[in-house]
């Protein structure tokens, strides 16, 4: 991008800056997802990077410095918006005591900062880039729930130096000018955040990973009609026996095949007159779907739960429900989905999952 003096606005300076942004805007994003934890977050920190970016082109004078000089941008609007925030890091419900037994749901905490899920479009928008030799983390590990949890966790800084310098391939040159620090900050930084990490790892919480082969595209089958049916039965044959159960904003979370299914059969007990559709998606790396549910009466089911099912072997060990509605349309899915429609084939589960 070539330098211009303040005022000279003209169609090629906006046509050039609109390259920029759209061939750096995906890995951008994705940056400022993994630095906040939250989708929606995300977004504004992206809208907030590029409009500073656009005021402030005048000073990038090095059109091959343009990476460097967006992720600054972007890496401090993050960390404005979790100084404005006021509240923790955003955490997953396995942060709290599980119940060891069943019991109802009492009131959503809307006061925590709860993880969000991603699309995985988010990971398959991003160029064909090297991330450089700096990089220790292939890109689909971090987006893992478990990493993202773990980075959460981190000061804000030494949370932006680890992504930079570890993820992103920034060297520590590079991430002392993006930060306006010095290079033996980074690297003291990023020592500390890498034995965080690693002692984190040492807490013994599996980090299960869905595997979208044909064995688990017919597992995800059974589970669909296990769920759509309400089949309790069904779902105690496909979970493991220490499996787990969230669905943040509610603070409760379950853990073991009978506990989750007496919560389910308290979810499904009769007279509720409610249908529940999954469509299938991809999340964080993992299968996931869109979790519709209708009203009593109704004939369509909306939007509910943004739903990931981790698979273990032969089993699933894990269902993940983020209750949020405002989250389905980040994933491209529809407003209402019928009650009654074909039923999908665990082909067709299969090519939306690996999509």
């Known amino acids: 991008m070539s330098h211009r003096a303040p005022g000279m606005d003209t169609r090629d300076d ?3 800056f609109d390259v920029l942004a759209r061939s750096l805007r995906p890995e951008i994003r994705l940056h400022c997802y993994r ?7 995300a977004d504004d920190a992206v809208q907030e990077a590029l409009l ?6 005048a000073g990038l004078r090095d059109r091959s410095a343009a990476r460097a000089w967006l992720y600054r941008i972007a890496t401090n609007a993050c960390l404005r918006a979790m100084s404005k925030r006021g509240k923790g890091p955003r955490v997953l419900s396995e ?26 479009t988010w990971l398959a928008d991003l160029p064909d880039r090297d991330p450089g030799p700096e990089a220790r983390y292939d890109a689909h590990e971090t987006i893992r729930l478990a990493f993202l949890a ?5 000061p804000p800084r030494q949370r932006a130096v680890l992504l930079l310098r570890d993820v992103v391939g920034m060297s520590a040159i590079e991430t002392a000018a993006i930060l306006e620090t010095s290079v033996a900050a980074v690297n ?6 890498r034995s965080a990490l690693e002692a984190g790892r040492e807490d013994g919480r599996r980090d299960l990973v869905g595997d979208p082969d044909a064995a688990a595209g017919r597992l995800l089958d059974r589970y669909v009609r296990a769920w759509e049916a309400a089949d309790l039965d069904g779902l105690v044959g496909i979970l493991r026996d220490d499996a787990r159960w969230t669905m943040p904003p509610w ?5 073991g095949a009978r506990t989750i299914v007496e919560f389910l059969g308290w979810v499904w007990r009769p007279g509720r007159d409610v249908h529940e559709r999954l469509l299938p ?17 109704e004939p369509d089911c909306r939007p509910f739960a943004i739903q990931l099912v981790d698979i273990d072997g032969d089993r699933i060990g894990a269902i993940a429900n983020f209750v949020d509605a405002g989250l389905f349309a980040t994933f491209d899915l529809p407003e209402l989905v019928p009650v009654a429609d074909r039923p999908m084939s665990s082909e067709d589960r299969l090519d939306q999952m690996v999509r």
């Open 188 to 193: 003291s930084a990023l020592q500390r955040a």
């Open 52 to 57: 500073r970016a656009w005021r402030g082109r």
């Open 251 to 255: 603070p409760e979370w379950y853990v």
């Open 281 to 297: 998606i991809s999340a964080n790396g993992q299968p996931a779907f869109g979790y519709y549910r209708s009203g009593p009466g």
């Open 150 to 154: 773990a980075i959460q966790q981190l």
């Open 95 to 120: 942060s709290r005591p599980s119940a060891a037994l069943f019991e109802p749901l009492g009131a959503p905490d809307r006061e925590t900062p709860w993880l969000e899920p991603c699309p995985d």
């Open 14 to 16: 906006r046509s050039e």
């Open 35 to 41: 630095m906040l934890g939250s989708v929606h977050d």
